[in-house]
């Protein structure tokens, strides 16, 4: 049974860092793409960033050069390392994967999802 959960989510100052954790089970991480979406109030779900199965790696554009995405093969589980945080409205961040090799930019396109940790960041 594939479960995702996520965690490390909370409220942090504008400029500051959080590192999110995808403990994934059911399934070998490494072996599939997997990525990060969020999705705040009133808003659409966007991809943030994804890691394919060779490695290769995607971010959306409001966050390039800030977060950096990488997997732990012993412990089976993804981070989202997210650093000079924008102020923003809170957002939930979730992990997904639909078990394929490649990166899927679209939230319609993955199958599985963990339930999310809340990022806010303000001051």
């Known amino acids: 049974q594939v479960q995702l959960v996520e965690s490390g989510g909370g409220l942090v100052q504008p400029g500051g860092s959080l590192r999110l954790s995808c403990a994934a089970s059911?399934?070998?991480?490494?072996?599939?793409?997997i990525g990060w979406f969020r999705q705040a109030p009133g808003k659409e779900r966007e991809g943030v960033s994804c890691?394919?199965?060779?490695?290769?790696?995607y971010f959306a554009d409001s966050v390039k050069g800030r977060f950096t995405i990488s997997r732990d093969r012993s412990k089976n589980t993804m981070y989202l390392q997210m650093n000079s945080l924008k102020p923003a409205a809170p957002a939930v961040y979730y992990c997904?994967?639909?078990?394929?090799?490649?990166?899927?930019?679209?939230?319609?396109?993955?199958?599985?999802w963990g339930k999310g940790t809340l990022v806010t960041v303000s001051s």
């Open positions: 059911g399934f070998t991480l490494n072996s599939y793409a």
């Open positions: 997904a994967t639909e078990l394929g090799s490649r990166c899927h930019r679209h939230y319609y396109d993955m199958d599985y």
């Open positions: 890691i394919s199965r060779n490695s290769s790696t």
